[in-house]
């Protein structure tokens, strides 16, 4: 059975990609980033999050496969998304179809 937890910039499913679909697979997760494309990511921002999934993932070995858990997970790599937002690491697209400033205004400069 397919587990999911998405959230506005994470998502993260119990499969794997084969031909661009996802086929329902317990023993995979993926980890899909910013599916909107909302913001401006560089690889140092992206491996900061593929970090943290790494080690939360690790944190909750052992335990029962649940979306309560999957959804723990997504939730706390939304909230460092947050902060690399807030830090100016990662910017808003603003080619972005939807731009709504959903984690907080952006930084003008002086």
């Known amino acids: ?10 998502h993260i499913y ?8 996802l086929v329902d ?5 993926t980890l899909d980033i910013d599916p909107d494309n ?3 990511w560089n690889d140092q921002a992206v491996q900061k999050v593929y970090r943290k999934f790494d080690e939360l993932v690790e944190a909750f ?14 939730s706390d790599l939304e909230h460092l998304v947050r902060s690399l937002i807030q830090k100016g690491e990662i910017s ?6 939807a731009v709504n400033y959903s ?5 003008v400069g002086n």
């Open 1 to 10: 059975m397919l587990l999911k937890s998405t959230t506005r910039h994470i």
């Open 61 to 74: 070995s052992g335990e029962d496969l649940t979306e309560y858990n999957l959804r723990r997970i997504g």
């Open 14 to 21: 119990t499969a794997e990609i084969k031909d661009e679909e």
């Open 92 to 97: 808003y697209n603003l080619d972005c179809r």
């Open 103 to 107: 984690m907080g205004l952006p930084r």
């Open 25 to 29: 697979n317990e023993q995979v997760l």
């Open 38 to 40: 909302e913001f401006n």
